[in-house]
């Protein structure tokens, strides 16, 4: 896709060309899969099983009910900005918004790593705690030090990615970076309780989130524009993490203790100090100062392990 949209996508006149690129892309994935698994001799027959489609279908139906109320808690300040702002205001908000989703959406990948591990741990409660504090912890050591140099760099990431015309998306930028630690968060007790089969609560605490994200748009937007709508979504993620937190606690896993954040936030106020510091102007230099920064401090306080002949793994 990124090679058909670099060769195609010139103006806005050849925007029809993105999403074509996506669906050739995703066509000539499916057909390279369904290639594999020929090649290892599982044959797809097409036929149809009610009786193993329907529990399936029973589960699928909160799922897909809490993924569109989660699209609708990710448009809903981009709809309501054309609505009391201006187009404008809809470009600009949208710039800071793609950069924060990409990064979320690599983390959707990591949780659905993360569910074999819980589902499989489920019916044992300390190795089902560890997995899920475990994962709590690594996925807070990789977001806030995103959401600490994002806000630091907001500036410097709009200029050098878009251009200096959508300067103005930096304050918001600023603000939606916080998003990113607190979502990635949020999936970990979403993940377990996919886990245990609890679609009903996701759906639940998804239409609540979608409701107060409508809520914080429509009070914060008029007053506050493009600031306003990053401060609810950052609101409206923060109160999903927390709901997700408290439901899982009646299945036995508590709350993970703070000592097991300290390591990545030591590190992250290294980090930030040294980019206020030293302040690079250039934005490729900045990130290396930080991610310098924060690594070796996050190593010196024993949150990263060397181990011979392996990769580094994170021990916070």
């Known amino acids: 896709?990124?090679?058909?949209?670099?060769?195609?996508?010139?103006?806005?006149?050849?925007?029809?060309?993105?999403?074509?690129?996506?669906?050739i892309s995703d066509a000539v994935a499916a057909g390279i899969l369904l290639w594999w698994v020929a090649r290892q001799g599982i044959r797809l027959p097409i036929t149809f099983d009610w009786t193993a489609v329907r529990p399936l279908v029973t589960r699928a139906v909160p799922l897909v009910g809490s993924a569109l109320l989660g699209l609708l808690i990710y448009n809903s300040d981009l709809i309501l900005?054309?609505?009391?702002?201006?187009?404008?205001?809809?470009?600009?908000?949208?710039?800071a918004y793609t950069l924060v989703s990409f990064i979320v959406n690599i983390g959707a990948a990591y949780f659905l790593t993360l569910l074999p591990g819980l589902t499989r741990t489920?019916?044992?409660l300390d190795d089902h705690r560890e997995v899920y504090h475990t994962a709590s912890a690594h996925v807070f050591a990789v977001g806030l030090p995103i959401a600490v140099g994002g806000?630091?760099?907001?500036?410097?990431?709009?200029?050098?990615?878009?251009?200096?015309?959508?300067?103005?998306?930096?304050?918001?930028?600023?603000?939606?970076?916080?998003a990113i630690p607190v979502s990635l968060l949020r999936d970990v007790p979403v993940m377990a309780l996919l886990a245990r089969g609890r679609e009903d609560k996701i759906f639940r605490l998804?239409?609540?989130?979608?409701?107060?994200?409508?809520v914080l748009n429509l009070l914060l937007?008029?007053?506050?524009?493009?600031?306003?709508?990053?401060?609810?979504?950052?609101?409206?993620?923060t109160a999903r993490m927390v709901v997700a937190v408290v439901a899982v606690r009646e299945y036995g896993i508590p709350v993970t203790i703070?000592?097991?954040?300290?390591k990545a936030t030591a590190a992250a106020a290294v980090m930030a100090t040294l980019l206020i510091v030293i302040a690079p102007e250039t934005l490729w230099i900045a990130v290396l100062t930080g991610v310098a920064g924060y690594v070796a401090t996050l190593a010196l306080l024993g949150g990263i392990s060397l181990r011979p002949g392996g990769l580094p793994s994170l021990t916070v």
């Open 81 to 95: 900005l054309r609505f009391l702002r201006d187009r404008e205001s809809v470009g600009l908000y949208a710039v």
């Open 151 to 178: 806000a630091l760099l907001s500036v410097q990431i709009i200029d050098t990615v878009f251009g200096s015309a959508y300067s103005e998306s930096a304050p918001a930028l600023r603000i939606l970076v916080w």
């Open 206 to 214: 998804t239409a609540l989130a979608a409701s107060l994200s409508i």
């Open 122 to 124: 489920s019916d044992e």
């Open 258 to 262: 703070l000592s097991r954040f300290w």
């Open 221 to 237: 937007i008029p007053p506050f524009g493009l600031a306003g709508a990053a401060v609810a979504t950052v609101v409206t993620e």
């Open 1 to 23: 896709m990124v090679v058909l949209v670099i060769v195609l996508v010139r103006s806005r006149a050849d925007l029809l060309f993105a999403p074509v690129s996506q669906f």
